[in-house]
Antibody, heavy 125, light 107 residues
Framework: QVQLQESGPGLVKPSGTLSLTCAVS?????????WSWVRQPPGEGLEWIGE???????NYNPSLKSRVTMSVDKSKNQFSLKLTSVTAADTAVYYC??????????????????WGRGTPVTVSS | EIVMTQSPATLSVSPGERATLSCRAS??????LAWYQQKPGQAPRLLIYGASTRATGIPARFSGSGSGTEFTLTISSLQSEDSAVYHC?????????FGQGTKLEIK
């Protein structure tokens, strides 16, 4: 079965760059899915950061767009997140997730069907 | 962006009873609405997509309804393992947005 695993530094200095990778195992990054990053600050709700498609097309949350870059490395079957100029407000658990489309009698609907376990990132000097 | 508002923030219900969780969108999201369950220290787990379709392996006591701006997640005959935070999420417009979550406590 397909699994996602985030990896990267757990501590980043203010004004530095947060870099995370999501490894896909048991399956491959393909044209059928979009791949997303979602974060959750301590005690708060979920925030969608952005998504990337097989060919490299991306969509980012406008609130983070100026600082976010996502990429895909199909040879390694992984995708990555870079967030620049981080502050304490970027402290959160970061999840990678797979987006899948489900077909029902009412139409086609996308959803996050598979999530990594999450990796905590603290921004502190 | 579309703002998702969940109510109540916390809900306490006895085992065997029914829990009703609400989610409101600031503008229509059609039926592009999903519900997730999140237990402490775990990633969210998909329960419902398309507002009312149960994901694979989800027990029948979980049901979703609604369309447009008003949505409901109903959990009938609550069990102790249903204690969790429940998130709604819209997939109609970018950026995708989540509600702030409803914490369900089992008395």
């Amino acid at each position: 079965q397909v699994q996602l695993q985030e990896s990267g530094p757990g501590l980043v200095k203010p004004s530095g760059t947060l870099s995370l990778t999501c490894a896909v195992s048991g399956g491959s990054i393909n044209y059928e899915n979009w791949w997303s990053w979602v974060r959750q600050p301590p005690g708060e709700g979920l925030e969608w950061i952005g998504e990337i498609f097989d060919g490299g097309s991306t969509n980012y949350n406008p609130s983070l767009k100026s600082r976010v870059t996502m990429s895909v490395d199909k040879s390694k079957n992984q995708f990555s997140l870079k967030l620049t100029s981080v502050t304490a407000a970027d402290t959160a658990v970061y999840y990678c997730a797979r987006e899948t489309v489900g077909k029902t009698s009412g139409g086609e609907y996308w959803y996050f069907d598979l999530w990594g376990r999450g990796t905590p990132v603290t921004v502190s000097s | 962006e579309i703002v998702m508002t969940q109510s109540p923030a916390t809900l306490s219900v006895s085992p065997g009873e029914r829990a009703t969780l609400s989610c409101r969108a600031s503008q229509s999201v059609s039926s592009n609405l999903a519900w997730y369950q999140q237990k402490p220290g775990q990633a969210p787990r998909l329960l419902i997509y398309g507002a009312s379709t149960r994901a694979t392996g989800i027990p029948a006591r979980f049901s979703g309804s609604g369309s447009g701006t008003e949505f409901t997640l109903t959990i009938s005959s609550l069990q102790s393992e249903d204690s969790a935070v429940y998130h709604c999420q819209q997939y109609n417009n970018l950026p995708y947005t989540f509600g702030q979550g409803t914490k369900l406590e089992i008395k």
